[in-house]
């Protein structure tokens, strides 16, 4: 397994130098002009644009990978199609904390340089912050790995943007339906209302120890499945 | 005998494409080369082989164990070579070979720097650099650095010149006499394999032609060269594949003796080379 992830870093270094020189700029020019433009950085756009780079990064190694058609080398070596797999999981994830924490170590310097304020870098640099973001950048990949092995990577990315965005349009047009629906049908729409309510009213009355626990439990548990689909398209895969 | 490689009923459906029921073995210590028109079917064969496809019937058993479910044993035992490895061109063969050797228990660091002095490889410079011989020798030095049992090679002749062609082929050949390796080896360079082949397995349209001992086929199967009156609806069928012109017909057949008997000194009778048994079975199929 090391020697996957290893070998991993090894054909990738060139790649990796871009993404050391690349996070740390782009954060940084983002902060720099959000700070310029409109007095303050909005946190909704800067998350946004840090996990992009994140995510896009993580793709390097299956990018690498592919374009060189280097599948039949590990494949034709003895190792189970299973732990090319769960290797590939591992040091997509490191790639991805190590993108992030560069993100973060940018937001650091500009805090510490310019001496800044900004109540929206308290949330940013916070523990729970970073490990809340971090977290849901595992989500996010782990929704779109099935799809790259099922597909490749060119076709796995689209289909899991095309999946997402349909995702997007799907709750609020069930949400309208329901709504449309409410007068016609005799559901007890009060009932899913009520549910909702009691979820949330739990979530927000546990701990901070527990509520990590029940985020750590979710997140292994979507790592998990996705992990499982990929192996099964992957065994299936003809290279 | 055992065999060390064993395939029986194989099937690969690509909708387009169909490899059909294919049977054939190889004895331990032997060379098998697996000849035939491109697009016949070689190189799906030799992925079945190494479950890089999935198959959709028939078994695969190397070294007595099933391929699949003794996957990760057996490719220890392999060396694979195919017939274009994309190695990442920005490393160079040191990199490359540091990469691959944690994966094998048997790696022998002395045999690979052996081979890449033999073959003269530079070790530091990019892959990018390397001409398709030198990414072959590269890859053919992996391929005999962990003491593998047996070597499966696809295609490893082609786009190398005639000098470095005959060194392999020497090496393959040292290596069979001093070591009880057995190699199976697709080509379409026939020359090569009767050179150096043990068996050889024919397949064109994803059917197995035949598969037999070299000396069995050089045997059965000659050239004949004769009048166009000789030929009629049923003498035509004593052949593999007729070419007429109007001088004559030139034509395969695989029973020299009924032909030495029903034609006598009307026809005359060559030795038939793997590549016009491979042309001679490519027209009967295409006009069948």
Redesign the interface.
């Known amino acids: 397994m090391l020697n996957l992830i290893r070998k991993d870093f090894i054909a990738g270094w060139m790649f990796l130098i871009g993404v050391v020189l690349i996070i740390p700029f782009i954060t940084l020019i983002a902060m720099w002009a959000m700070m310029d433009d409109f007095g303050g950085v909005i946190i909704g756009v800067f998350t946004f644009i840090v996990m992009i780079l994140c995510i896009a990064s993580s793709f390097i190694f299956m990018g690498v990978d592919s374009a060189y058609q280097a599948e039949m080398i590990y494949a034709s070596l003895p190792i189970k199609r299973s732990r090319i797999v769960f290797a590939r999981y591992l040091s997509s994830f490191i790639l991805t904390a190590g993108s992030f924490s560069l993100a973060v170590l940018s937001c650091f310097s500009m805090v510490y340089i310019f001496n800044e304020t900004d109540p929206a870098f308290n949330i940013i640099l916070s523990f729970r912050g970073i490990i809340s973001m971090i977290l849901f950048l595992f989500m996010i990949l782990s929704f779109i790995f099935p799809f790259i092995f099922k597909f490749g990577i060119g076709k796995g990315v689209t289909a899991a943007l095309i999946m997402q965005i349909s995702l997007m349009i799907a709750v609020p047009l069930i949400k309208f339906v329901f709504k449309a629906l409410q007068g016609i049908l005799a559901f007890d729409f009060a009932f899913f209302n009520r549910m909702l309510h009691t979820a949330i009213k739990w979530i927000i009355g546990l701990t901070a120890f527990q509520a990590y626990v029940l985020i750590f439990g979710i997140v292994s548990l979507v790592i998990l499945v996705s992990i499982g689909l990929s192996v099964r398209f992957y065994n299936r895969m003809d290279l | 005998m055992e065999n060390v490689l064993e395939i029986q009923k194989l099937r690969k459906n690509y909708g387009d494409f169909v490899l059909q029921d294919v049977s054939f073995s190889l004895p331990e210590g032997y060379i098998m080369g697996l000849i035939g028109p491109n697009g016949a079917g070689k190189t799906t064969i030799i992925?079945l082989i190494?479950?890089?496809?999935?198959r959709h019937g028939g078994n695969i058993s190397i070294f007595g164990k099933d391929n699949l479910e003794h996957?990760?044993?057996?490719?220890?035992r392999?060396g694979?070579v195919?017939d274009?490895?994309?190695?990442?061109?920005?490393?160079n063969l040191k990199?490359i070979k540091?990469?691959?050797r944690?994966?094998?228990k048997e790696w022998n660091e002395k045999v690979f720097m052996d081979l890449v002095d033999q073959f003269e490889l530079p070790l530091k410079k990019t892959i990018k650099k390397f001409s398709r011989g030198m990414v072959m020798k590269a890859a053919i030095a992996i391929a005999l650095s962990h003491h593998a049992d047996l070597i499966i090679m696809d295609e490893p002749t082609s786009g190398l010149d005639p000098v470095f062609r005959r060194e392999l082929l020497d090496l393959l050949y040292q290596l069979l006499q001093s070591e009880k390796k057995s190699i199976l080896f697709s080509t379409h360079i026939t020359s090569d394999l009767e050179r150096i082949a043990d068996y050889i397995t024919f397949i064109n349209h994803g059917k197995i032609v035949f598969s037999k001992a070299k000396d069995e086929v050089f045997e059965n199967y000659a050239l004949v060269k004769g009048g166009n009156d000789l030929l009629n609806e049923e003498t035509k069928t004593w052949f593999t594949g007729i070419r007429k012109s109007q001088f004559g017909f030139e034509a395969l057949t695989d029973d020299v003796n009924k032909i030495k008997k029903n034609f006598g000194s009307d026809v005359v009778i060559d030795r038939a080379n793997l590549e016009d048994i491979m042309y001679f079975s490519n027209l009967r199929n295409n006009h069948a």
Request: glycine residues 0%.
């Open positions: 992925k190494m479950n890089l496809i999935m996957e990760v044993e057996i490719k220890s392999i694979f195919y274009n490895p994309n190695y990442y061109d920005h490393l990199q540091n990469i691959i944690p994966f094998y």
